[in-house]
DNA sequence: CACGAGACCTGTTCGC
DNA sequence: TGCGAACAGGTCTCGT
């Protein structure tokens, strides 16, 4: 489920608390165990076992898809990928199916990383630049101007759903999100990312930030059987409308594979990959 | 460099 | 009802 909107939900409930359960912020970690080896991507489980242990938590964040939780002289980080989510719940409850690593806390709680499909990855570093380091800039970071963006845009001769979820590119777009934005900026996936006038970036990077905020905003996406609460998904304009009609035009929504992901447009009002327009 | 296919995994939904 | 295929919010690696 996580792209951006979702992760940084995560985030801030871990942060601030919810009614469910308090902020994870000044505690201690007392133990941690691995329930699956591969969703540990570093270090080993002997030393993250000896590290993670007595670590107090100072602050919960993120960066781009990743979930970013400071600890003193560590870092832990986590990547949800497909199906990853992180519950708190009592130590002693009966640990759930599709849990993959859990850290227990000095209060009596735990914090579960709930994985199903066994993609996401777990990282526990001194240096989480080791981890972080290639990815691109933050969409939502106002230092990033349309201007920036245009020039990275013009770097690359690609076509624009696919540039889009390469992390390298921007930081922390998903195929929801993606598909979200090019609609509201009436530009064809396909469309090559150095056609794109100034103007054309400018509406595109107002167009991400809108999809993504609003997506913070109603607390992330929830879909099929993995929920979080968020309730974005009744506000899609294209993603999962194949065959509806478009908001703006009444032409159905066109599904296409592109990189291999499902990928929703409107085929008339978002220019023609060819445009020069 | 850009792109497509295959891999990694499990679960749900769709079509016959 | 049953069963295989298609599909899923992500990313890596390999071949062309």
């Given at each position: 489920?996580?792209?951006?909107?979702?992760?940084?939900?995560?985030?801030?409930?871990?942060?601030?608390?919810?009614?469910?359960?308090?902020?994870?912020?000044?505690?201690?970690?007392?133990?941690?165990?691995?329930?699956?080896?591969?969703?540990?991507?570093?270090?080993?489980?002997?030393?993250?076992?000896?590290?993670?242990?007595?670590?107090?938590?100072?602050?919960?964040?993120?960066?781009?898809?990743?979930?970013?939780?400071?600890?003193?002289?560590?870092?832990?980080?986590?990547?949800?990928?497909?199906?990853?989510?992180?519950?708190?719940?009592?130590?002693?409850?009966?640990?759930?199916?599709?849990?993959?690593?859990?850290?227990?806390?000095?209060s009596g709680l735990r914090l579960a990383f709930n994985d199903p499909r066994k993609f996401g990855r777990v990282w526990l570093t001194p240096n989480p630049e080791m981890?972080?380091?290639?990815?691109?800039?933050?969409?939502?970071?106002?230092?990033?101007?349309?201007?920036?963006?245009?020039?990275?845009?013009?770097?690359?001769?690609?076509?624009?759903?696919?540039?889009?979820?390469?992390?390298?590119?921007?930081?922390?777009?998903?195929?929801?999100?993606?598909?979200?934005?090019?609609?509201?900026?009436?530009?064809?996936?396909?469309?090559?990312?150095?056609?794109?006038?100034?103007?054309?970036?400018?509406?595109?990077?107002?167009?991400?930030?809108?999809?993504?905020?609003?997506?913070?905003?109603?607390?992330?996406?929830?879909?099929?059987?993995?929920?979080?609460?968020?309730?974005f998904q009744n506000y899609f304009r294209v993603y999962q409308r194949t065959g509806e009609a478009c908001f703006r035009c009444g032409t159905p929504i066109q599904r296409?594979?592109?990189?291999?992901?499902?990928?929703?447009?409107?085929?008339?009002?978002?220019?023609?990959?060819?445009?020069?327009?």
């Amino acid at each position: 489920m996580p792209e951006l909107p979702e992760v940084e939900t995560i985030a801030r409930n871990l942060r601030l608390g919810t009614s469910e359960q308090p902020t994870l912020l000044g505690e201690t970690i007392s133990s941690g165990m691995v329930l699956w080896e591969k969703t540990l991507a570093y270090p080993s489980i002997p030393e993250f076992s000896v590290n993670i242990t007595g670590q107090h938590i100072e602050d919960i964040t993120r960066r781009g898809k990743y979930l970013v939780i400071l600890m003193g002289d560590a870092t832990l980080l986590f990547h949800l990928r497909m199906s990853g989510d992180l519950v708190v719940e009592q130590a002693g409850e009966r640990i759930a199916t599709h849990h993959r690593l859990l850290l227990n806390l000095e209060s009596g709680l735990r914090l579960a990383f709930n994985d199903p499909r066994k993609f996401g990855r777990v990282w526990l570093t001194p240096n989480p630049e080791m981890v972080l380091g290639e990815l691109g800039p933050e969409p939502l970071d106002e230092q990033f101007t349309a201007a920036d963006f245009f020039q990275r845009l013009h770097q690359k001769h690609r076509q624009l759903k696919p540039l889009l979820l390469d992390q390298k590119f921007l930081a922390g777009i998903g195929n929801i999100y993606a598909d979200e934005a090019l609609h509201l900026a009436y530009l064809h996936p396909l469309m090559p990312s150095d056609m794109l006038s100034l103007q054309q970036a400018d509406v595109l990077l107002t167009g991400i930030r809108q999809v993504l905020q609003e997506g913070i905003l109603r607390n992330g996406a929830s879909i099929d059987w993995v929920y979080r609460g968020g309730d974005f998904q009744n506000y899609f304009r294209v993603y999962q409308r194949t065959g509806e009609a478009c908001f703006r035009c009444g032409t159905p929504i066109q599904r296409i594979v592109v990189g291999q992901r499902g990928t929703h447009f409107c085929p008339s009002c978002q220019l023609s990959p060819d445009s020069s327009v």
